[in-house]
C-alpha cells in the first residue's frame, strides 16, 4: 500500500514539472508566491504586455521550507528566433548556460538581496490592487515616494529601486527605467535621504603599541591572534572581511618579506586575486 502511494505522488510531482516547463510563459499565479496551504484559486490580473521571447525566471516553492527553484520558461519561443530550425538541436543547453550567466552577473549576496526586496515590493503592490510584474512606471514613481516618506537610509532607497530593475531586466520588461521623470524622483529621493558621513577615528600606532604590550606578552594564543590581525591589518590596509578569510596556504614566509594571498575582496568585484607583500 504505501509503495502504491508513494508511486501515485511521485506521478504527481513529474506531472505538475511537466506542466510548469511546458507553460507558453510565466503566470503571475506562480511568480514569489510562497508556499500556503490548501484555500480558494486565487486571481490575478493578466499581464498588460503580451509574453515576449526569451528566458524568464519563475520562482516555484515547494516544501514546507520555502526553498526556491529556479526553472526556465519559453524555452520553445527562444529556439524559434533561430536563423534555421536545423540548428535548434545544437542549442538544445543554451538556454540552461544562460541561466548561469544570468545568476553570475550578481554576487550571492546581491541576489538574495534583491529577491526578498522585490518580494516586499510586490506584498506593496497586492495590497493596493498593483501589478508588480511588469509595472508600469506610475507604480514604481509611486513605491519609491512611498519609500521616501518612510524615511529610510539612501543605501535601502537605490536597493528598492535596482531590485525592481533587475527583475525586470530578467523578464524583458525594462523599457521604462529610463524615463525621466523617474530618474528624477532617483535623485531627488537620493538628495532626501542622503546624511553627512560620521567617519570613525582612526586607529593609531600608540593604540597598537598599548594592546601588544598588554596582551602581546600572553602565553594565550587567542590573544596572540588578536594582536597579529591587528598589526597585519594595520600594516595592509585590509578590512576585516579580508583578515577573517585569510588561510594558512596564503602565506608565504620568505627570509626577506611576507606574502599574503587575498583570495577575495570587495573591491575585487571578478575574483581575480591579489597578492600583499610585507617585510
Not at 525566471?57 to 527562444?78: E, P, T
Not at 553570475?104 to 510584474?133: E, G, H
Not at 543605501?155 to 523578464?171: C, M, R, T
Not at 598599548?210 to 594595520?234: A, E, F, K, P, Q
Request: glycine letters at 4%; a positive charge.
Amino acid at each position: 500500500m504505501r509503495q502504491a502511494e508513494y508511486r501515485a505522488k511521485i506521478k504527481r510531482i513529474e506531472k505538475a514539472r511537466k506542466s510548469i516547463r511546458n507553460s507558453p510563459y510565466p503566470k503571475l499565479t506562480a511568480v514569489n508566491e510562497p508556499c500556503r496551504g490548501p484555500g480558494p484559486a486565487r486571481t490575478k490580473e493578466p499581464p498588460r504586455y503580451p509574453p515576449q521571447a526569451g528566458v524568464h525566471l519563475v520562482r516555484v516553492f515547494r516544501g514546507l521550507k520555502g526553498n526556491q527553484v529556479l526553472l526556465l520558461q519559453r524555452r520553445r519561443s527562444f529556439r524559434l528566433q533561430l536563423p534555421q530550425k536545423g540548428q535548434t538541436a545544437n542549442f538544445s543547453e543554451t538556454p540552461v548556460c544562460m541561466m548561469k550567466q544570468l545568476k553570475a552577473s550578481k554576487s550571492m549576496s546581491t541576489i538574495k538581496s534583491y529577491i526578498y526586496t522585490f518580494k516586499r515590493f510586490r506584498v506593496w503592490c497586492k495590497s493596493y490592487d498593483l501589478v508588480a510584474l511588469p509595472a508600469l512606471v506610475t507604480t514604481v514613481d509611486i513605491y519609491l515616494s512611498y519609500l521616501i516618506q518612510k524615511e529610510i537610509s539612501k543605501s535601502v532607497f537605490l536597493n528598492g529601486f535596482y531590485a525592481i530593475k533587475w527583475e525586470h531586466e530578467l523578464n524583458l520588461y525594462s523599457t521604462f527605467f529610463s524615463e525621466p521623470f523617474l530618474q528624477l524622483i532617483l535623485e531627488g529621493g537620493v538628495r532626501i535621504l542622503s546624511k553627512p558621513v560620521n567617519k570613525k577615528q582612526p586607529i593609531t600606532a600608540e593604540i597598537l603599541k598599548s594592546v601588544v604590550d598588554t596582551y602581546g606578552i600572553s602565553h594565550d594564543l587567542n590573544n596572540l591572534r588578536v594582536c597579529c590581525l591587528m598589526l597585519m591589518g594595520y600594516a595592509g590596509f585590509l578590512r576585516y572581511n579580508e583578515l577573517a578569510n585569510i588561510k594558512a596556504s596564503n602565506l608565504k614566509l620568505f627570509r626577506s618579506h611576507l606574502e599574503i594571498y587575498i583570495e577575495s575582496s570587495k573591491t575585487d568585484v571578478y575574483r581575480q586575486g591579489n597578492t600583499l607583500v610585507k617585510s
